[in-house]
């Protein structure tokens, strides 16, 4: 039974190679499959990073019967993830979504959800959360389908009853042009009620918070009653702001080449939800999963290899 559990939308992505190529330039060449869902992205980056600290990991969603289903399990388990509530679904194919980027940093999206909205409170399993430690929920998983945002509260109940100082954390990864501010404050509310740790970028704080400024916005967020906010910055790194302290610990973003920012922020997280776990103080776990985030844009693709040494070579370097 896993230590650390996130649970919801599996995806493959196909991604154009190159930037400023409209998805619909015909003829133009893709490059895919790669693994990808924000919590997948996220457990496996907490399974690599877990590896000298030995937590265990698992992932509850759905795939559909098919290789790109396969390609997804056989990399969750090739980097440590327990796969055994991955379940899948003999009528609707692998979630899919089309990606491509723009040179001014936007990014379009053309997604068939097929099985990636399936996962439901049945595929949540008591049992599977009694060695619980850490919970991590993404604001995607609960925008997804009514049954994916209904089996993200079970979990969250289920890990509470299973441990009641199980740490919960929460990237509210959702964004205005997605879904109306308001139905997006709804549908956190009852995550952020539990939410030990909520890791927004400025934009998902100011807009949880209603407030127009990153910082103050962050600052009324614990006020709410949550622990730590840690402030994705991108390439200027992150702050985390903590209940009881006036100022936010800032720490610097580690210089690199950006190739691909895909799945940045949900590697962070994961390194960042292992290294609170492992004790460390919370600038060395700021450091530790900015290297986690700055060695993943380095890479093509949501999902890298990137190991716990790599991200101390980053450090020390
Ligand atoms: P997304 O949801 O697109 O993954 P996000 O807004 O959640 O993004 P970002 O702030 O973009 O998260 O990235 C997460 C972390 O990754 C940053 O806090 C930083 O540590 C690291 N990072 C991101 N982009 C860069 C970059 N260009 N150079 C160095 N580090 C980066
Ligand atoms: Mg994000």
Redesign the pocket.
Known sequence: MPEIISLGELLVEIMRPNKDVPHGKIGEIYKGPFPSGAPAIFIDSAARISKPFKYSTGFIGVVGNDEFGQSIITKLKSDGVDISKIRVDNEKSTGIAFNQYNSDGSRKFIFAAGAAGETCPEDVDEDYFGNIKALHIMGSSLSISESSREACYKAIEVAKNQNPDVLISFDP?LRPEMLDIKTIIKISKPVLENTTILLP?GEEAEMLSGIRNPEKACKKLLSQGIKHVVL????N??TIYTSGLADGIKIH??K?D?ID?T????S?GGAFVVGYLAGLDLKMIGRL??AV??L??TNFGPIPSTTYEDAINLMDN
Do not use: L, Y
């Not at 799945?263 to 949900?266: L, R, S, Y």
């Open positions: 990864n970028s994705k910055e991108g390439k790194g992150c973003g580690f690199v950006e920012p799945g940045a922020g949900d962070f999963s900015n985030g700055a993943k844009v």
